[in-house]
Nanobody, 122 residues
């Protein structure tokens, strides 16, 4: 059984950096062929893929968020992280971590975290 769990603050002030951690249990984030992604859903809107890190450490980002997004990993803790800088209220969303054999919104993810709500407000 593979379990992903997001953690981090639920409230972030504008202009600050949003930081979230996804802890993975039941599988290694270095498992061959797997991508580890961050996906968000703003209120009333669809899912937006943000970025991913692969089993080998390569990163990929949504063009619209690339300048502000960083995904990294800590293999010793079996965790991967999201950092989104210079946040605005438009970044308010439910944030998910997910894994599958590819990245982007057009694939089926094998595993999802439960999601964590992050509000950007002063």
């Amino acid at each position: 059984q593979v379990q992903l769990q997001e953690s981090g603050p639920g409230l972030v002030k504008p202009s600050q950096t949003l930081s979230l951690t996804c802890t993975v249990a039941g599988d290694s984030i270095t498992t061959n062929l797997y991508y580890w992604s961050w996906i968000r859903q703003p209120p009333g809107k669809g899912l937006e893929w943000m970025g991913a890190i692969t089993y080998s450490g390569n990163t990929y980002y949504s063009p619209s968020l690339k300048s502000r997004t960083s995904v990294s990993r800590d293999t010793s803790k079996n965790q991967f992280t999201l950092q989104l800088s210079s946040v605005t209220p438009e970044d308010t969303a439910v944030y998910y971590c997910a894994s599958g054999t590819g990245g982007g919104l057009g694939i089926e993810y094998d595993y999802w975290g439960q999601g964590t709500q992050v509000t950007v407000s002063s």
